[in-house]
């Protein structure tokens, strides 16, 4: 007993190591009956917006919750496990071919997207669901984990709260992510980004009122990457808190230079993402640019994305966007 609690986490479920051992006698049963195994690969949709809006508390009660809806739709000869943070992961054995476990997605799907009660608030999360098939998609544990990953990914970029078949398509636009990921990386050292300012003007004086700030990236090796490929990737990766700082202190050093030359626009309108805005310090953040570059804070206007505004109970965050208002 005391090995088999050491390898299950708060939700009362089988830890990687211990789902990866299922997996691999699972794979040797189905092995031996010429059987059909389902590889379910979950990512909770919105479960970070929680956790950093109500606190790791209310994260660790919505997790055992979601464990016990997951719980309560499989069948009991189904594995489920916790991988960590928010993702999970199902063996589907016995099953007997993709619309078996097209309906047992769905009803995950159906089960996720109702709303959870943490203590009064009503937390609506959803979830991208990965599939892979054993023997199509692979033959052994890490494959299929691999491709339901994949998938999972896919499902993601799809419009989330969907799931999606594992497909060699995905296996080259997972590898084709990878390679992207990693030029962007080193696209701020390699100096490959630059900023494009587009004109805010008075539809009846047609007079200047302001310039948007956007980005573009000019690869070494792709040539001009559109926002649309790598904006996503960078939020995705986390890579957009460093990419916005640049953002901000590149847009800040410019609209001194046009003070300095007496054509700067009223104000410089400048994006900031979900994640960019959430980050500890971020307020902080945002002061430091402006006193490094020297720039009134009256000349800057922050524009949040429709991600920051997905909750609006009141929450710890509330502070930061007050600072950040005080600030501006």
């Known amino acids: 007993v005391g090995s088999e609690m050491c390898i299950r986490d708060s939700t009362n479920l089988p830890n990687r190591n211990l789902f990866m051992d299922r997996l691999h006698q699972s794979l040797q049963r189905v092995q031996r009956e010429e059987s059909v195994l389902a590889l379910l690969f979950i990512d909770l949709d919105r479960f970070k917006n929680i956790n950093d809006s109500l606190g790791h508390s209310a994260g660790d ?15 009991d000869s189904d594995t489920i496990a916790r991988f960590g943070g928010d993702e999970f992961a199902v063996i589907l054995s016995p099953i007997y071919g993709p619309k078996n476990a097209s309906r047992v997605a769905q009803a995950l799907l159906d089960a996720l997207s109702k ?30 984990v691999k491709n339901a990953d994949t998938a999972m990914y896919r499902a ?25 990921e990693n030029d962007l990386r080193d ?50 990766t986390g890579l957009i808190v460093p990419i916005g700082e640049w953002v901000l202190r590149q ?57 920051c505004l997905l909750y609006t109970s009141p929450s710890p965050r509330d502070e930061q966007f007050h600072r950040v208002c005080r600030l501006l």
Request: with cysteine; net charge neutral; charged share 25%.
């Open 156 to 180: 993601k970029e799809s419009g989330r709260n969907n799931y999606q078949y594992f497909t060699d398509e995905m296996q080259q636009v997972a590898k084709a992510r990878l390679l992207m």
């Open 187 to 236: 696209a701020i050292e390699r100096q490959e980004l630059r900023l494009v300012f587009q004109p805010q003007v008075d539809a009846k004086t047609q007079a200047l009122v302001g310039a948007e700030v956007l980005i573009r990236w000019q690869n070494h090796k792709r040539g001009l990457v559109s926002p649309g490929e790598f904006i996503y990737l960078a939020e995705d």
């Open 251 to 307: 847009s800040c050093l410019q609209y001194k230079r046009w003070q300095r030359a007496g054509v700067a626009p009223p104000y410089l309108a400048i994006n900031v993402s979900g994640r960019q805005f959430k980050m500890e310090g971020f307020a902080d953040s945002v002061r430091q640019i402006l006193k490094e570059t020297g720039l009134e804070s009256k000349y800057v206007e922050l524009e949040l994305t429709e991600s």
């Open 61 to 75: 009660k919505l997790l055992k919750k979601v464990s016990q809806v997951m719980n309560n739709t499989v069948r």
């Open 115 to 144: 709303p959870i009660d943490l203590d009064g608030y009503k937390a609506i999360i959803g979830a991208s669901i990965g599939i892979s098939m054993y023997p199509a998609d692979g033959t052994t544990e890490e494959e299929l």
